[in-house]
């Protein structure tokens, strides 16, 4: 099959596109021909050694685990799934290849509205986004959320999904993006090329941070008393959080990957209109180095996403 591997840490240039054997499949798994693959920030930053401490990669190795495609094979001791079934989820073999091998409990049935591009943005976008705002932040309908890069994989479709909950939703985003957040369900975006966010925005019952640095230090300020912090990418400092009673957390999720469950109910919201993917830039999979360019610059719309020839 076609591949992309990484041999050593380092940058872009480490995506090497190569033919490789396709994975034996373990009577537990389901081997997966893959027709798409999400690329997620979390995925540059493996490459460049940022996580080796605690996460140090085995080399050679496939990058990648959001994923859509088609069951090609299905192990002895699965259940509920058969050979040609459309499928979408994560992995932990790496998905920016042919195929990939997953776990039942990681998969489900992509809805026959979504395409399969739009279907690897879930994993890692959606749910991430979910879980943030509806596991870890408790936000109900009638309360107001403050989501920084509102624009982005992750923040895109927090906006949606807060929007669809019924809450009052502010953004912060680039000028370029502003029309664009509020297209996706936004009452009040913020420029923060032109502003700075908490001499606008107050009394916020939960933050959605995606930046991290200093944006997450000043964010607190934004909190009403009670209020919740959830980061995505650090842990607050909790002097903050005692001195003005409110809740600081990083983000976290119920287990490695999302849930069969969780996954089918953010397709369905889709599939009838409710909320939509959005695809910042299509690539093919050769192209992976480009991909991950593009997802360190940030600024981008939505998810980027590898896609396969016919073959895959």
Sequence with gaps: MQAIRVHQYGGPEQLKFERIPIPALPPDQVLIRVRAAGVLPIEWKIRQGLFRAFMPTAFPSIPGSSFSGIVEEVGSLVTGLQRGQAVFGRSSQGTYAEYTLASPETIALKPEPLSFDEAATISGGATTAWNALFKNGE??????????GAAGGVGSFAVQLAHWKGVH????????????????????VIDYTAARFEQVAHDVDLMLDTIGGETLQRSVAVLKPGGTLVSLLEQPSQEQACERGIRLMKHTAEQPFPSTNLLQTIAQLIAEGEIKAVIASLLPLREASHAHELSQSGHGRGRIVLHMDERG
């Design 139 to 148: 936000l109900q309908a009638g309360q107001r959320v403050l989501i920084h």
């Design 169 to 188: 939703v502010i953004g912060t985003a680039s000028t370029a993006n502003l029309d664009f957040v509020r297209s996706l369900g936004a009452e009040h």
